[in-house]
């Protein structure tokens, strides 16, 4: 979580200097239910995730590094996806995740072919894909969640609830005040926890994991959270109230996190300082490596749009073929 | 005549149609409170209320779905698209539903479909996109691409009051950064289906659309300074219904002609302009009709990429010398 934190810190300077070509998109205040999430799953057994825009956690879990996402809002030709997508959206398949789309909802469809591949190979491994009180709202997500439950593939659906899709409250995008009631118009169970409680979140998935990897299917899981920050980083969230905000803010995951490790006594404050100042010398060592990294070369724009890579699809006007 | 820039142009356009004809409403994501995501509705919830600005969930075929029902029963719904790239999301409910709907039914199905399309932005394969071409083939439709503020304004207009479905594509780089003075006109209002010329010129012309007008009259520029090119330069402003007049008007004019869009090049636009032009005005040609295009790519997010994809202004430098050369 504080990696999370840390690393949407450094991009957000990194926006400010206009290193960011894009847009930023921070997930502040909901890193808990990434992490929490995806650390329920199991790496040495090949499971696997989908993210959405704020589930910068949920990579770093599975293995994405620091640098590469830093590579990836700068537009590097060293990113992982050589400056042709933004931000989050690459994904890693040995590692476990596969990058999403703009287009909210997609990736349940996917992951439903992903788990579907599992089972027809008769392999343990559990499928999570994570969607938001918006992308419920798409047709794909209906179309890949009925699927993914009508054959009880093994697939954990996280839906975050952060009050938020853009502007658009929750209120104006379902008439349900509880994204999990939707589970049953799929007849698959779920559950709906504080999804600012890391330790809640990775036991509830667990158990959803667990399910899915013994053959019982899909659960929906409702992590009930909140965006402290705009849709992106241009979007100063005028609509939501102050009050609102000040409420989330007091109960921020990673402060309710570390002061359960101390209190408990399983870690104390100079453990948490140092393995703060672990996380800030790595960063500056990928801020370091990517920053000065090139763009890509213009010429590596046309391959790789097909797998028989040397020939651009269609006679490119520079250079007409003639008959 | 006040100043506008084509944001704001469209902007009076939707006020003055919802001013003026109470079934105008307007529904998409983020549209009320918000005010659009680039604010092309700022004010229109405080102004019209909410029940005439729509926020909707994320949910496209949704919308264009709820927009032709309303239309159906005399309403005229103009439905907003976050980023024009999810149009694909409402491609069903477009040419199975909307498209055929007079044809198949005999109902009016009178919206408006609007966004945000166009690169140039780094906005990356998803919020980047040209998707006219998709729907240049669904007979039913119309689509209309603005590249001025008036026409901004007086397409908009013409599309509301249209009686068949339009979709209006509004070039993003475009938003901010062109201003013209406009008559205060409530009616204001382009032709659909008519181009204009928006340079005259004798040896050459280059045929186009929106944001690449802008582009194809600076390369019309360094032709007539470097080369004593004297350069047409045709807007179509509508791609359905093509204005075939004017486009073969200009073949007749100069003998030459090329094709310039920012969208991919197989099974583009420029292709179905070239074939008509083939099929009309063979012997009217000194030369092939050629082409100038992005590359058949998805769009990539690096600068270096993106710049090398798009058409720019040297491109259709080279190929209008290789025209005129011919």
Redesign the interface.
Known sequence: MRLTRSLEERLTNLYRQGKV??GLFRSLGQEADSVGSAYALDRTAGDMLSPLIRNLGSLLVMGARPVDVLRQYM???TGP??????NV?FGDLEAGFIGQ?????DMVPVMAGVTLTFRMRGERRVGLVYVGD??M????FHEGMNLAAVRRLPLVVIAENNGY????TLE???AVAELAVKSKAYGVPAERLDGNDVLAVYEATRRAVDRAREGEGVTLLELVTFRRKGHAEHDDQH?VPREELARWEKRDPIARFAQRLTENGWSDGDALASADARVAAELDAAVAEAEGEP????????AG?YADPPR???????E?PRA | MPELTYLEALREGLREEMQRDERVFILG??VG??GG?FKVTDGFAAEFGDARVI?T??????IVGAAAGAAHLGMRPVAEM??I??I??AYDMLTNYVATARYRANLACPIVVRGPCGGYV??????SQNPEAAFLHTPGLKIVCPATARDAKGLIKAAIRDDDPVLYFEHKYLYRRIKEQLPEDGDLLTPIGRARVAREGTDLSIVTYSAMVWKALEAAQALEKEDGLDVEVLDLRTLLPMDDDAILATVRKTNRVMIVHEDT??GGVAGEIAARINESAFEWLDAPV????A????L??????????LPQVA?IV??ARRLAAY
């Open positions: 070509i894009g537009a590097k030709a996806t050589r400056g042709r997508e933004l959206h789309i703009s287009h909210l909802g918006g992308a709202s798409t047709g794909a899709a853009y502007s658009t104006r995008q379902t609509y763009l890509p070369e213009a010429a590596t724009a046309l749009v651009q699809p269609a006679p490119w006007y520079r007409v | 994501e983020d409170r918000y995501a926020d969930p994320i949910s496209e075929a949704a976050q980023f790239d999810f694909s999301c780094r906005g990356g394969p998803f919020h090049r197989t050629l082409r100038v295009t590359a058949d790519t998805p990539p997010y690096a600068p270096t990429l993106e710049d090398a994809v491109d080279t190929v």
